[in-house]
């Protein structure tokens, strides 16, 4: 690996350290990060296809409350240099290598954001202070180690012998790898499982399973769904009687001699408010 | 100069916050995360996002100023785009403060407690469970059917122009609208947008399942022999038949299961890459 290539890895390795955490810019979603790491070691086709395939199973892997998920970014940086780089691992070996780094990443992170705990009353002690660039220092400074945490372990596994690595995976039976990467298509449910459940309610479930008969069923792409969803999510919000109580009361006052009108009258309302 | 002229136009309003403090504040709104902590979570982060706001409405007084750091140092917790609107009000709430307004500490405390909570549960299914899945899988599909690195570059720009303009407008609306668009999520507004993202997203959720897991039985049911030609039936086909899908789905309710009896979702990867190894091995998944 030539120097200029190290120097752009441990920079891509050193922001989607951070942004994973920040989740903002989604550098450490797979499908960019590992297009990333194939710019800076020049095999940038593997790395769209490893990036692709992981990312259908990192979909559900999500900061929600104070859960912290398997680690994108550690996953898709170390698997995507052991693909793109010169140990040169099949995609499949990648994917199935790429799942236990994403759990050492999320062990990496609790303990990194355990060190945070106490960086924010030193904070607080800045703060005391009216000390402005103290905050500031120390909120850079914690955005650091989080690079850190992605930057270093790549850095070791860079100085690996590709040959190696190469000997190592060999000496893992078939029916272990291929196993691996058949179950590599269908761990994808987890993360499904996990956004559902964040969601779900009894209000709600019936839209699941719309969209997966029709997704089951027919070729529609995603686009579709999502106009389609948008539009069942709006309509039922114009006419759930839950959110509408009181129209409902005064139109029913208003025309109490034409019950059977109502119905259509309410659609006509939710019709003239757009 | 934009000082001089708020000065002069309304002289009770000693100081006022610049269009350069609300692009300042959009930029830091972006490093929110920056120091998650187990204790007081985006603490930091939003304190940070406030420090625009702080210098140019408590100049040159520490006092004023560390109250006011500490102020926004409290436990914090929202999905990060939507702490734009919040430091939006609380920089309106601010600024009505440092001119005089009786606006105290627990007010500025209970706009931020009020709202992330309902705010994350509008954020959390509308980004998290819907945006970002739906373009994420658009983009992965586009890669792997060989458009290279188009799909990235998609997944890239489309996702950072739907944040960055949601947490421009968001701020704005927080701030010009202030402590106003409080009562105004009150009014049922913030549960419409949660039942309609969370119909949207578990929608999208219900076309991903089928479409986006890969799993095969190929084994072997039946071989008939009619005129020389042998059909066979896999164990897949059959499925395929009764509902394509299925299994996905029966999978995914399972995850469910397990998850909701505190079932670490690590574990069940690990236990659905044992099913994998074990399936490929009695020859039940190819």
Known sequence: ?274 | MVDNKAQSVQKDKQYKLTHGDMISAFWRSGFLQGSWNYERVQNVGFCFQMIPAIKRLYPSDKEKTAEALKRHLTFMQTTPVMSSLIGGITMAMEEERANGADIDDATIASVKVGTMGPLAGVGDPIFWGTIRPVIASFAASLALSGSGVMGPIIFFVVWNAIRLATRWYLQKIGYDQGTNIVQNLGGGLIQKLTTGASILGMFIMGALVPRWTKINFPLVISKVKVDGKTTTTTLQQIFNQLLPGIIPLLLTFFCIWMLRRKVNAIWLIFILFGVGIFGYWIGLLG
């Not at chain 1, 999320?106 to 607080?124: E, G, K, P, T």
């Not at chain 1, 400074?141 to 190696?164: C, E, H, N, W």
């Open chain 1, 1 to 274: 690996m030539s120097t200029a290539s190290l120097i752009v890895l441990m920079l891509v390795a050193f922001l989607a350290g951070i942004d994973v955490v920040l989740d903002e810019w989604e550098l450490a979603q797979p499908i960019v990060a590992c297009t990333m790491v194939g710019m800076a070691l020049g095999d940038v086709a593997s790395g769209v296809l490893l990036g692709a395939q992981l990312q259908l199973i990192a979909i559900g892997w999500m900061n929600i409350g104070s859960a912290i998920p398997p680690d994108a970014a550690l996953a898709s940086i170390i698997s995507a240099v052991l693909v793109c780089g010169p140990a040169n691992l099949s995609i499949a070996n990648g994917i199935a290598i790429a799942i236990p780094l994403a759990i050492a990443g999320q062990v990496l992170n609790i303990f990194v954001r355990s060190i945070v705990v106490i960086m924010a009353h030193v904070a607080d002690g800045r703060a005391a202070d009216g000390d402005i660039k103290g905050v500031q220092w120390i909120h850079y400074f914690d955005m650091f180690l989080q690079g850190l945490r992605i930057a270093i372990p790549t850095y070791i596994v860079t100085i690996i012998s590709p040959k190696a690595v190469q000997a190592g995976l060999n000496a893992i039976p078939k029916v272990i790898t291929q196993g691996l990467s058949i179950a590599g298509g269908f761990v994808v449910v987890v993360g499904f499982a996990m956004v559902i459940n964040m969601m779900a309610n009894n209000e709600v479930w019936p839209f699941f399973f719309a969209g997966f008969v029709l997704a089951a069923l027919t070729q529609l792409n995603l686009i579709a769904f999502g106009i389609l969803g948008l539009v069942i999510a709006f309509v039922y919000i114009r006419l759930s009687p839950r959110f509408n109580a009181q129209t409902t009361v005064v139109q029913n006052a208003n025309d109490h001699d034409a019950a059977s009108g109502s119905a259509e009258d309410d659609i006509d309302k939710a019709l003239d408010d757009l």
